[in-house]
Structures are given as structure tokens and as C-alpha cells.
């Protein structure tokens, strides 16, 4: 599977480094040529001999060795690798990359390359909590890079909780994931999904049931197709897709600014459940009972139809605009004459009627309009609606 792929793994230092020896093995026992890098920290807790013997490759270690310079420059390195894997990615690692920092050798070849970064994080619990790593990992991730675990469990610090590094054979199915040619290789595709978020004053909203798990279950069935994902998010139940792009946003003219900015794009699907409306009176201060018993008025306006807006574009236009239609009655009637309103290529229409249990729920049961007419899915799991549903759009765009 990944024979005659170059893996350039970067080791950061954190106590997790000793796993990264164990995925050296793994990646080479699958045909993989693994160049090691050393982070001065990562010294400390695995050697450049055992590292280097692993590999069966000379280890990089510093920035300003003129040998290497010579023979490879920084540069060079981190081009000549097919993937780029930082394991374990230390809060101070993805801290520099998030912010660009490029003053030593991993983070300039992390500055440099111009291929995939996949960061299996690894730190103590607290720490991957904490705000500052959060928001960089919101950063990396908004910037393409590709995330493997952390994983919950027993720490070396004696902690519990997320933090532990991934096991070696779960970054190996994550670089083999990153690494697979499909159908889909080549082709960008943007994906809405999740709710919007509308307010009514800094700490009230209108919002809408749509825990974002068909979204993500489609991300990641285009993805594992090859295809390259800008995932643009509301507020969503359901952790978003690894390996996508990922863009979170709160209201709908933040989702519309955002679905601007990912074009030009093959295909567009829009699996967001997009809020129709939006609160104009929106109050800067919080809204008070005042004790008179008044109750307090909305105004509302319309908000932009993102997927009629994509799909009427005349430059930009994606080859394939795709639109889902929640209903609750008539559902065939609405949804086919959605498709002609909007002006989009397909409508996946679903009854999300309470007793259907689909809004929220692992199933759905879905109809694709095209203009050859309505096609009945029989009940499946999202994933499988999904799936189904990224083989039928790696077809149309072949
Ligand atoms: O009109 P309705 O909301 O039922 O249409 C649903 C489809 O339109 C979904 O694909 C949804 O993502 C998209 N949509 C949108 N922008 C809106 C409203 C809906 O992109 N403002």
C-alpha cells in the first residue's frame, strides 16, 4: 500500500517520541522510505542512532548543518517526501506551525513543503485542552493540515484524559489514508454542513436541529475518494472530517462568505441546514426584562440563499452543484421543485418528519433528484448515504 512512498516524519519531544521508532518500523514494513527528522527536544527522549538505524537513513537534525546543505538543502527535503508527518506533534510544535515560526529545522520544513502535513498530537491532558492549543489546532486545520488522535487514556504524567499519541498502526492507516489515489484525486470539492447560528443578542440565538453528521459522513466518504475537501461548518454536533479543510462559521452570510472564498471548486454540496432567516433587530447588549411585562419584538430578513447563489453563478459555476432538501410533507413535490428554483444539479431530498428519527439520528432515507428524474434510496446508515452518494459524484466528474 505504500510502497515507494516517501514519508518525511518529523519527531517532536515529548515522551510519545519512543512510539514514533515503532512507526518508523511499520511505515518501512509496508514499503514506505522514511526520512527522520529530530527535533533538538525529541533528543532527549529517543537517540539519533536508534532513529537512524530504524530507518536505515541518515537522520536530519539541524537546521544549519552545512554537510546536509550541501547534499540536500532544507528546501529540497521537505519537497522530496510524498507526505510530511509530525509525530509526536508537542503543543509547542503545532503553537510554530500554527503561527509560521520557522527557527529550526522542523518548522522550516514544515514552512517549506509543499505537500500534505499530517500531526498526530501528543501532550498532556491539560495542555491539549487548553485554549491556546485548541485554537491552534482549529488554525492547522482550517489550514488543510491533517490530524490523527489524540487518544484518550492513562498518560506518562499520570493523567487521564485525551493526549496519548495515536498507536503507531492508527498514524499508519491515517498516512495511508492521506497517501490513496482515488477516483476523486485532483478534484476540489466544497462541502456546507451543520447548522447556523443566528443571534438574537450576544448570548441568545436561533438555531436548528442539524447535528452535522450527513455533512461530515460525505466529507469523509469524498476524501477516502481522494478528493480534496473545503468543509465549511456551523456549529455541529459531530467532530468535523479529518483531512478536510476545514472552515467553522456561525451564521449563514458567514457560511456564504466563506463558500465565496473556497471557489473555484469541482463540485459543491450543500448539506448545511442553513438558517432561513436571520434576527435584523439583533441587539449589541444583552435584552432585559424590564418588570413592565413587555415582551420583546423580532425583526427578521431573509438570508442569502447559498446554494441558488453557487448555482446561478456564471463565472465559477462548479461543473456539479448539489443541494439537499429536508422536508417534512410532499416531500418528492418540494424537493423537485427546489431543484428547478435553486437552479442546482441534484436535490437529496429526506422526510425529517420527528417520527422518521433522521434529524439527529445514524440513518436516513434519501431521494436524489436529478434531471433524469427521482432515484429512492431505501433506508441506510449516513455513512452508507454517503458513500453511495460520493461514488455517484466521483462518476459524474470522471
Ligand atoms: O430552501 P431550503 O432551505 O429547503 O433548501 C435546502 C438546500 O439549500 C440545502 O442544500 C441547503 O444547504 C441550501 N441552503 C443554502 N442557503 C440557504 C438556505 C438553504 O445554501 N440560505
Redesign the pocket.
Known amino acids: 500500500m505504500l510502497a515507494g512512498k516517501r514519508i518525511l516524519l518529523i519527531i517532536g519531544g515529548g515522551i510519545a517520541a519512543f512510539k514514533s521508532l515503532d512507526l518508523i518500523r511499520r511505515l518501512r514494513e509496508r514499503g514506505a522510505v522514511v526520512t527522520p527528522v529530530l527535533t533538538g527536544a525529541a533528543e532527549e527522549f529517543v537517540t539519533p542512532l536508534s532513529t537512524s538505524a530504524l530507518a536505515g537513513q541518515k537522520v536530519f537534525r539541524d537546521l544549519f548543518d552545512l554537510t546536509d546543505e550541501a547534499e540536500m538543502g532544507h528546501i529540497e527535503l521537505s519537497r522530496a517526501a510524498d507526505l510530511v508527518v509530525v509525530a509526536p506533534a508537542t503543543a509547542d510544535l503545532m503553537a510554530k506551525m500554527a503561527h509560521g515560526h520557522a527557527n529550526d529545522l522542523a518548522s522550516t520544513l514544515f514552512m517549506a513543503t509543499d505537500k500534505r502535513v499530517l500531526i498526530a498530537p501528543a501532550m498532556n491532558v491539560r495542555m491539549w485542552e487548553h485554549a491556546a492549543t485548541q485554537r491552534n489546532l482549529a488554525t492547522l486545520q482550517g489550514d488543510g493540515i491533517l490530524c490523527v488522535g489524540p487518544n484518550e487514556g492513562d498518560m506518562a504524567c499520570g493523567e487521564y484524559g485525551p493526549g496519548r499519541m495515536s498507536e503507531p498502526l492508527e498514524i499508519v492507516a491515517a498516512v495511508e489514508a492521506a497517501l490513496r489515489d482515488g477516483p476523486l484525486k485532483g478534484k476540489h470539492i466544497i462541502v456546507?454542513s451543520g447548522p447556523t447560528h443566528e443571534p438574537i443578542d450576544p448570548v441568545r440565538y436561533i438555531a436548528n436541529r442539524s447535528s452535522g453528521a450527513q455533512g461530515t459522513a460525505l466529507a469523509l466518504a469524498l476524501l477516502a475518494l481522494g478528493a480534496e475537501v473545503s468543509f465549511v461548518t456551523g456549529p455541529a454536533d459531530v467532530a468535523p472530517p479529518a483531512g478536510a479543510k476545514v472552515v467553522p462559521v456561525q451564521t449563514?452570510r458567514e457560511m456564504q462568505e466563506a463558500v465565496a472564498a473556497a471557489l473555484p471548486a469541482d463540485a459543491a454540496v450543500?448539506?448545511?441546514?442553513?438558517a432561513?432567516w436571520r434576527v435584523v433587530s439583533e441587539s449589541t447588549s444583552k435584552i432585559k426584562k424590564d418588570g413592565s411585562g413587555a415582551l420583546p419584538v423580532l425583526e427578521f430578513a431573509e438570508?442569502?440563499?447559498?446554494?441558488a447563489g453557487v448555482s446561478q453563478l456564471k463565472t465559477e459555476r462548479p461543473m456539479l452543484v448539489v443541494?439537499?432538501?429536508?422536508e417534512t410533507d410532499d416531500v418528492l413535490a418540494h424537493a423537485t421543485a427546489?431543484r428547478t428554483r435553486?437552479g442546482c444539479d441534484w436535490i437529496v431530498a429526506n422526510d425529517v418528519s420527528p417520527d422518521t428519527g433522521i434529524m439527529g439520528g445514524t440513518e436516513n432515507a434519501v431521494t436524489v433528484i436529478t434531471e433524469d428524474g427521482a432515484d429512492v434510496w431505501p433506508r441506510m446508515g449516513k455513512d452508507q448515504v454517503a458513500q453511495k452518494l460520493a461514488a455517484k459524484i466521483a462518476e459524474t466528474l470522471a
Open positions: 456546507t449563514a450543500f448539506a448545511a441546514a442553513v432561513d438570508n442569502p440563499d447559498i446554494l443541494g439537499f432538501a429536508a427546489k435553486k
